[in-house]
């Protein structure tokens, strides 16, 4: 199976799990509010912002399970703890926790659910949806936060990006604080 479009690592982890081939540049990272953590672009709405921060293809560590028949199947998963970093400086932000599951498999495609926490120097942001690796801009709901974050609410969004000759996953949190 070939999917045409860049897809994420979530997609290339899966992918390697089940032997199959993908085009994919790139990976998950987190940031949170503030210049110590992160890019803030520009006011997302009156009490929001839009936060930037990325995670290189490469770095932490990856677990790949399949479950069920070779190549990709329903509850197949990736599991991984991934370093994050300011895409302007280049500066170490932190880490996340990520997990990806298989839900179904489509004739040129597949269905996974994520779940994810941010973990920032000041607390951490969590979000989660479903989404087909197809897509390259998918949308996630942030479900929750702790420390500064408490009562956070929003989206991020992930694009495929090479930033500092790196490939990886740009993240872009429209969020706002209580």
Same mark, same amino acid.
């Given at each position: 199976?070939?999917? &045409?479009?860049? @897809?994420?690592?979530?997609?290339?982890?899966?992918?390697?799990?089940?032997? *199959?081939?993908?085009?994919?540049?790139?990976?998950?990272?987190?940031?949170?509010?503030?210049?110590? #953590?992160?890019?803030?672009?520009?006011?997302? &709405?009156? /009490?929001?912002?839009?936060?930037?921060?990325? =995670?290189?293809?490469?770095?932490?560590?990856?677990?790949?399970?399949?479950?069920?028949?070779?190549?990709?199947?329903?509850?197949?998963?990736?599991? /991984?703890?991934?370093?994050?970093? !300011?895409?302007? %400086?280049?500066? /170490?932000?932190?880490?996340?926790?990520?997990? @990806?599951?298989?839900?179904?498999?489509?004739?040129?495609?597949?269905?996974?659910?994520?779940?994810?926490? &941010?973990?920032?120097?000041?607390?951490?942001?969590?979000?989660?949806?479903?989404?087909?690796?197809?897509?390259?801009?998918?949308?996630?709901?942030?479900?929750?936060?702790?420390? &500064?974050?408490?009562?956070? #609410?929003?989206?991020?969004?992930? %694009?495929? =990006?090479?930033?500092?000759?790196? !490939?990886? *996953?740009?993240?872009?949190? !429209?969020?706002?604080?209580?």
């Amino acid at each position: 199976m070939r999917f &045409a479009a860049r @897809v994420s690592r979530w997609a290339l982890a899966i992918a390697v799990v089940a032997g *199959t081939s993908v085009s994919a540049t790139s990976a998950l990272g987190a940031s949170g509010a503030g210049a110590a #953590t992160g890019r803030v672009v520009k006011p997302a &709405a009156p /009490s929001g912002m839009q936060i930037l921060a990325f =995670e290189p293809l490469s770095g932490g560590s990856d677990q790949l399970i399949d479950l069920g028949d070779p190549g990709p199947s329903a509850g197949d998963t990736t599991l /991984s703890r991934k370093p994050t970093i !300011d895409p302007d %400086t280049q500066q /170490s932000l932190g880490t996340d926790v990520t997990r @990806v599951q298989v839900v179904e498999v489509l004739r040129r495609d597949v269905v996974v659910i994520l779940d994810c926490t &941010a973990n920032l120097p000041d607390g951490a942001i969590m979000f989660y949806g479903a989404f087909r690796l197809s897509n390259p801009a998918p949308v996630f709901a942030v479900v929750g936060g702790n420390g &500064a974050y408490t009562g956070v #609410t929003g989206t991020v969004t992930t %694009t495929a =990006e090479t930033i500092g000759g790196e !490939d990886g *996953t740009l993240l872009t949190f !429209d969020i706002t604080l209580p």
